[in-house]
């Protein structure tokens, strides 16, 4: 695939898999071995020389229907589509929600009149579901309480610039089995991570994204295990969390910092890790309580170039689905 700019120079553009094996991104799931490895060639090249593909979406319109406050979702597909050429629409609906006024399946077929891909941030992930059914362009979750398969995209991204080979690398996710916790999972045995969930009893990862993490581990030979014990972070090369309380989970709050405060990232956990270990968050952070600012703010984390692979994965995802591939 080539992507032509203004002048006749004709700049190649990664190749990318005959079949990505998706048109909608609803989960982590969605990825394939082949298509991330594809999707971070594209990332690479895209951060290598980004004016490069500055016009490859040109014409182009993504929605950005969010129902959640954002900073990093919100900006980093705004300007990354931007820079590709894209016009970008967001729209707050955090005030009437999709099901509301509207179906979800008459927001879906209404905004594929217009527009070229839709971005959803929701409460519900049956919601991103019920519109990817009925749209007849791409729907990519940008969040739900389930699923945050663009996060695990840029984590990915991020630990092979750190690491390089991503199979084999001894990832630990200390914390709340949510929505991360889960995309992680699934997105790292798909690559053949191991992959180390550390939380307390009752906050497991979710069966279902277990089940499918499993079944992509025995593919790639990743492994995955679950405990309650802290100790488990001995020699892991990732150290990851995330906040202990969701969006939606406010009255939980005071049972949840009692029950993961032995959970909490500090320099003694860190000092379990590999020595090589970096520290990952997908932010925002609470500081004081998953992890300390001595970690968060130290050396060992890449929490920031973590949180600038939203874009540079983003945009390879955008390009994937959106570039015309006989341009």
Not at 145 to 150: F, K, L, S, T
Not at 163 to 183: P, Q, T
Not at 205 to 212: D, F, G, N, Q
Not at 236 to 242: I, K, P
Request: with cysteine; glycine share 6%; charged share 20%.
């Amino acid at each position: 695939m080539t992507i032509a700019l203004a002048s006749p120079i004709v700049i190649p553009f990664p190749a990318r898999p005959a079949t990505l094996g998706f048109k909608h991104v609803l989960s982590a799931a969605a990825f394939g071995s082949d298509a991330l490895r594809s999707l971070f060639d594209v990332a690479s090249a895209w951060k290598a020389r980004p004016g490069v593909y500055a016009g490859a979406l040109a014409g182009r319109t993504v929605v950005l229907l969010f129902e959640k406050p954002s900073l990093r979702t919100r900006l980093s597909f705004e300007i990354g589509a931007s820079k590709l050429g894209a016009h970008v629409v967001y729209m707050d609906i955090s005030k009437q929600r999709i099901g509301e006024r509207e179906s979800p399946e008459d927001y879906a077929s209404n905004l594929s009149l217009w527009a070229d891909a839709v971005v959803t941030r929701t409460y519900a992930h049956h919601t991103v579901e019920a519109m990817a059914r009925a749209s007849s362009v791409p729907v990519i979750n940008g969040l739900s309480e389930r699923h945050h398969p663009c996060q695990a995209l840029a984590d990915l991204l991020t630990m092979k610039e750190r690491f390089g080979d991503l199979r084999g690398l001894k990832i630990a996710y200390v914390g709340d089995g949510n929505n991360v916790c889960d995309s992680l999972l699934i997105a790292g045995a798909t690559v053949g991570a191991d992959l180390m969930v550390i939380c307390p009893p009752g906050y497991d990862p979710s069966p279902e994204a277990v089940r499918i993490a499993s079944q992509r581990a025995r593919a790639s030979g990743a492994e995955i295990m679950i405990t309650d014990e802290m100790e488990a972070l001995h020699n892991r090369q990732v150290v990851y969390t995330d906040t202990w309380v969701s969006m939606g989970q406010d009255e939980e709050a005071a049972a949840r910092q009692a029950v993961f405060a032995p959970y909490q990232i500090n320099a003694r956990a860190m000092s379990l890790a590999a020595p090589d270990a970096v520290f990952m968050h997908c932010l925002p952070a609470h500081r004081g309580h998953e992890v300390t600012d001595e970690v968060l703010d130290g050396p060992q984390s890449i929490a920031l170039q973590q949180a600038d692979n939203r874009l540079h994965a983003q945009n390879a995802l955008l390009l994937h689905l959106l570039a015309d591939p006989n341009a």
